[in-house]
């Protein structure tokens, strides 16, 4: 028999409810058949597996060598070494897993069983603790190798967050994604009727050249004067949201993984030219990344490479080989790649060439056009915008100043009443954005180190007595329905979709709320502060470099949550057609920026996004 040992503490996770799972077999060892780690034990005679599973990030890269520490006598018998670099069949099998192989001492096949007291798992739990953070501080310093996915590793616990698992989508939600887009076309314009329905027709059935996929966050609004409408806040290149939506059809597991891949990514592999294999590249949200691994390899057929891929690793598995993508496996191996799905977020221009012979999902020219680069989509709003006035249409933004140093800052703040929000141009999740709502808070800014040169300001969307005034008058959150206690909760929307030959269709979509409730007025809770009412990221990012969710603020698309947020379906299609159109502006730029030679035209670049800081980081 095997023997199975499960840890519980806190010192293991960040969140106490996961559980690590020790298993340990004898040489010899056959497993039942209806064993759900069966597939996962190799046939050998002379190996013992030990396997962490559901454990975070951290714990991903823990050299199982503190086994014995856990386990024993048992471990101590087994002489622990690290894994072996050509035969770790669990971790392909099981992406997640940190594995550890071991050739037994004897090989007599007798059954192993051990004891386990408080003692050992304690002492475990702290060896783990420690060793990963040591792994941590080593992480920056030594290269990963990508990891091999096979057809049949799609497993739904590894890809979705576990309340999304038994959760049952909600029926509006439902409806609005059967919909299809004739249908949003009519009753788009049925409420808005000086819309011209050609155009959205032909806005909607848009082919993107390099801006297929993406996620656009969305605030709900109201005026002073009641007009209630979605308006865009940022859109982003490597959105998150699988993870966090429900099946809309219990029957396909990989949800909207296979529907990403099967529009946007199937266009691009249709249209690559050169021999090579399939791989999916990452640096956060292993989760999502490790998904669309397994839905690639299901849907291709073939073995697709997971790939992780830090600007800080100082030997990448990542080459670039006369402008086509190589990764490294385990065994030092390079491997060329046709086509790569990216899910790298953290300053792609650094390592990534803006131009490619790989076909890449998205190209970091998307990135610099808008989808990692608010300067840049600000522009391409007010291009699209202005190409759109005729039509009635437009991208909807709260007041946006681009290119401003932080000498003028405080100019723009006092212009917008003293409330705001600064940005960093090039960052995401959360990161460097400032609301500033006091003078302490402007002072706080301004006595920081910056990265880049350039900020961009924006009106504040707050509540209705402490919002920015513009000549566009002041927009404030719709918020929450208010909960038994009357609070009201500042909520974004993200919406996710995919651009194909056959045009746009929405992917995925959820919600995240902000920490606190609003309040009605500054004064009444000094304690309060305006980033806990209105930020609404997810991600936090540890001082170790690494990062984390606050999931409990998700808000999900199901029969629990969704009555939460107070919207129907006519504001879900609005949100649809602000994040097309966003996606439109932002690919149309990239065209502008982008010549039919697929040459970057660093000059019109350069004066539309003058910082220096980014220019010296673009990998031509």
């Avoid at 000086?194 to 297929?212: G, I, M, S, T, W």
């Avoid at 996620?215 to 993870?243: A, R, W, Y």
């Avoid at 405080?410 to 409330?419: E, K, N, Y």
Wanted: charged fraction near 20%.
């Amino acid at each position: 028999m095997a023997t199975l040992i499960r840890l519980q503490s806190r010192e293991l996770t960040k969140t106490s409810s996961q559980c690590a799972k020790v298993l340990f077999h004898p040489p010899n060892f056959v497993p039942n058949a209806t064993d759900p780690l069966a597939a996962a034990i190799p046939d050998s005679k002379d190996t013992k597996f030990a396997v962490i599973d559901g454990a975070t990030a951290d714990l991903a890269n823990i050299d199982l060598s503190d086994a014995p520490t856990i386990v024993g006598s048992l471990a101590a018998s087994i002489g622990h070494s690290r894994s072996s670099s050509t035969s770790n069949p669990i971790a392909s099998c099981c992406p997640a897993a940190v594995v550890a192989t071991a050739t037994a001492s004897s090989t007599t096949g007798d059954e192993t069983d051990a004891d386990v007291d408080s003692a050992g798992v304690e002492a475990g739990a702290e060896a783990i603790a420690a060793k990963a953070k040591a792994k941590a501080k080593a992480k920056a310093k030594q290269g990963c190798n990508a990891q091999l996915v096979m057809a049949g590793d799609f497993e739904q616990a590894n890809h979705f967050y576990p309340r999304v698992l038994n959760a049952q989508i909600h029926p509006l939600v439902l409806s609005f994604f059967q919909l299809g887009n004739e249908r949003i076309i009519a009753r788009y314009v049925h409420l808005r009727p000086n819309v011209n329905q050609d155009k959205l027709r032909e806005l909607l059935a848009y082919k993107p050249k390099h801006f297929a996929w993406a996620g656009s966050d969305l605030f709900n609004v109201t005026t002073d004067q009641g007009q209630h409408q979605m308006i865009i806040i940022e859109t982003n290149s490597c959105p998150s949201g699988q993870k966090s939506m429900p099946l809309l059809q219990d029957t396909d597991e990989c949800g909207g993984y296979r529907s990403v891949l099967r529009s946007a990514f199937g266009d691009l592999l249709r249209s690559t030219e050169i021999g090579g294999e399939l791989a999916v590249i990452y640096d956060k949200n292993h989760m999502e990344a490790s998904g669309y691994a397994a839905a690639m390899a299901e849907e291709s057929g073939e073995h697709v490479w997971l790939v992780e891929y830090h600007d800080t690793d100082q030997d990448p598995p990542v080459r670039w080989t006369d402008r086509v993508m190589e990764i490294r496996d385990v065994a030092g191996a390079w491997h060329p790649i046709r086509a790569c799905f990216r899910y790298v977020t953290q300053r792609p221009w650094s390592r990534i060439p803006l131009y490619t012979r790989t076909r890449v999902l998205n190209p970091v020219i998307a990135c610099l056009a808008g989808g990692r680069n608010k300067m840049m989509a600000a522009r391409a709003y007010e291009m699209l915008n202005a190409e759109l006035r005729p039509y009635n249409m437009s991208v909807r933004v709260p007041l946006t100043i681009y290119n401003v140093v932080r000498d003028e800052v405080p100019l723009w703040i006092d212009s917008m009443g003293g409330h705001a929000v600064i940005k960093n141009p090039y960052s995401n999740a959360g990161q460097g954005v400032w609301t500033i709502t006091t003078k302490e808070d402007l002072r706080s800014f301004m006595a920081l180190d910056h990265r880049y040169d350039k900020f961009i300001v924006q009106s504040l969307v707050g509540n209705a007595s402490w919002s920015s005034t513009t000549h566009d008058g002041c927009f404030y959150h719709v918020g929450t329905v208010p909960n038994k206690k009357n609070n009201i909760f500042v909520c974004d929307v993200r919406m996710m979709i995919a651009g194909a030959s056959d045009g746009f269709r929405p992917i995925s979509i959820y919600a995240r709320r902000a920490r606190l409730p609003l309040i009605a007025k500054l004064e009444d809770d000094p304690a309060a502060t305006s980033w806990g009412m209105l930020g609404t990221n997810l991600s936090v990012k540890l001082p170790d470099g690494s990062w984390t969710t606050e999931s409990q603020r998700l808000v999900l698309m199901d029969r629990k949550d969704f009555n939460q947020l107070g919207i129907g379906i006519d504001d879900l299609i609005d949100a649809y057609i602000q994040t097309v159109l966003s996606v439109i502006a932002i690919d149309k730029m990239c065209q502008r920026l982008v010549d039919n030679g697929d040459k970057f035209n660093y000059d019109l670049f350069r004066a539309l996004n003058p910082d220096d800081a980014l220019l010296s980081e673009l990998t031509l």
